[in-house]
């Protein structure tokens, strides 16, 4: 039997508040004059006057040993009783015509087959989505409360709901249960048996909840999506199941263990290892992607965190080059200068004029034995190269290093989830398939078109051009690293698939 705690079912509460009693409980002028006029006997004028005021509060008429003291007492009170008149049971005709006295003041009139219509029809509605008894139970209160109706006995309302839900149930679980061929049955079985030595299943497995984004946590989730995924179709297998009874159904699941599991009936059984197995696959693709997102943010600080430390160990070398290319200009500076000349400021004659060769030739002399100074030309050029090579804060050529661990657990990735674009552009989608074509390449460089062979959906080899365009995604700084000026056309396939 559900709680009646847990639902709205009206009733008296346990410490009935003074306040409560004058707002609720003290009857007008009217309603006693209305009472005395019904009444012969101050019993029964209590009593009427108490069933009023219930009815009034809660909807229906409560037993007389329900009523508590203070509201007895205050209702006698507000009549001028005596204290010697006490609230007691009448005989049951009396009691029978009390109730068709306050139905008449209240305008109901109380149809049990109606009463019982308007429930199972409201409940048989809800059921469809809702499956908590209590929310049951609540949706067929509403439904009489707004149809003015007498509510019936809680114990009427809970066994109802209860047969109402029982039947609808058994019907999904028949419906589901039926879908399933005997190597569907068979991989469900096989989810509670529990191993000896681990002492657990893989019906306790599925219940683990995501860890840390780490490399490995990461790959261990996407196994275990791999493994949902093979137990078969329960998208198909749920077809005509409702959301909200999906997840409770998954919910009571979780709540079993594996042992109480197999004592269940065997559609009951299967429908809520399904249900819990398509939850469960839902639950772990949105681990699977943020752990994704955590992975490549963390790819990425780690290219940054790299180009700092490059940095860090190119600062020296980048000073030393600044000095190198401050002795080039004052040596080129020299050259300029004509040896032994004159102060025009202070009257000294100036030099005849040098021909422009010869200072080209002197400077040129001076630069590159400068330069020979500090190591030499080829020396040099690979320095300023490695420096240069991550010049303009772009980390992006240092991703590929990081990314490398990550590879086959990305392609798997791909292949495990379904991506659809948000709007129409599709660039991205496109260039997702063009790497999954290009899953097993070893080659530096790639093209940006290429042929490949590929299933119909027949099964059949089918000739398909494949294209990627950079350019509709990818920034500026990933366009450099991408192409390479020395091979039009074709894309760095390493920095590609980052």
């Not at 209860?162 to 569907?184: H, K, Y």
Request: net charge neutral; hydrophobic share 45%; charged share 25%.
């Amino acid at each position: 039997m559900t709680s009646i705690d847990r639902t709205a079912y009206p009733r008296f509460a346990r410490v009935v508040s003074a306040r409560e009693l004058v707002e609720n409980f003290t009857p007008t002028d009217t309603e006693v004059s209305w009472a005395r006029g019904h009444t012969q006997d101050e019993h029964h004028l209590l009593m009427l006057v108490v069933w009023l005021k219930s009815y009034q509060r809660l909807g229906y008429f409560p037993k007389i040993a329900e009523v508590p003291a203070a509201v007895s007492e205050h209702v006698r009170g507000a009549l001028g009783l005596a204290d010697e008149v006490e609230l007691r049971q009448a005989a049951p005709m009396t009691a029978s015509r009390h109730r068709a006295f306050v139905r008449k003041r209240m305008g109901v009139s109380y149809e049990a087959a109606r009463v019982r219509r308007i429930a199972e029809e409201a409940v048989r509605k809800a059921v469809q989505s809702k499956d908590n008894p209590a929310d049951l139970i609540n949706v067929a209160l509403e439904e009489l409360v707004r149809a003015r109706c007498e509510l019936p006995g809680y114990t009427t309302l809970d066994a109802m709901t209860a047969a109402i839900r029982a039947e609808v149930n058994t019907g999904f679980f028949q419906a589901v249960a039926g879908r399933l061929d005997a190597a569907a049955r068979a991989r469900l079985a096989r989810l509670l048996v529990v191993d000896p030595v681990s002492r657990r299943s893989e019906f306790d497995r599925l219940k683990d909840v995501a860890q840390a984004a780490s490399l490995g946590k990461f790959k261990e989730r996407l196994a275990l999506l791999g493994d949902i995924d093979a137990i078969g179709a329960t998208g198909t297998w749920l077809k005509a199941v409702p959301p909200g009874k999906v997840a409770h159904f998954a919910g009571e699941a979780r709540v079993t263990d594996a042992a109480d599991m197999r004592k269940v009936g065997e559609d009951k059984r299967f429908t809520l290892l399904v249900s819990f197995v398509h939850t469960v696959a839902t639950g772990v693709r949105d681990d699977v992607v943020t752990m994704f997102c955590k992975r490549m943010a963390a790819i990425h600080k780690k290219g940054r965190d790299h180009l700092e430390a490059l940095r860090e160990a190119h600062r020296a070398e980048s000073e030393r080059l600044l000095e190198v290319f401050g002795d080039v200009l004052s040596v080129v500076r020299d050259a300029l200068v004509p040896a032994g000349s004159g102060d025009p400021a202070a009257g000294e004659a100036s030099p005849a004029p040098v021909a422009a060769h010869d200072v080209a030739e002197r400077a040129g002399h001076l630069v590159l034995k400068t330069l020979e100074r500090a190591g030499g030309v080829e020396a040099l050029a690979g320095a300023h190269e490695a420096i240069s090579a991550h010049h303009g804060n772009n980390y992006l050529p240092l991703l590929d290093q990081h990314y490398r661990s990550h590879r086959a657990a990305l392609f798997t990735l791909v292949e495990a989830i379904e991506l659809e674009a948000t709007t129409a552009e599709r660039s991205v989608l496109e260039a997702v398939e063009f790497l999954r074509a290009l899953r097993g390449a070893k080659a530096a460089f790639v093209p940006e078109q290429m042929t490949v062979e590929r299933p119909d959906p027949a099964g059949d080899p089918v000739t398909a051009t494949l294209k990627i365009n950079v350019d509709a995604f990818a920034s500026g700084q990933w366009r450099k690293v991408l192409r390479d000026k020395n091979r039009p056309g074709m894309l760095v396939r390493r920095h590609l698939e980052v």
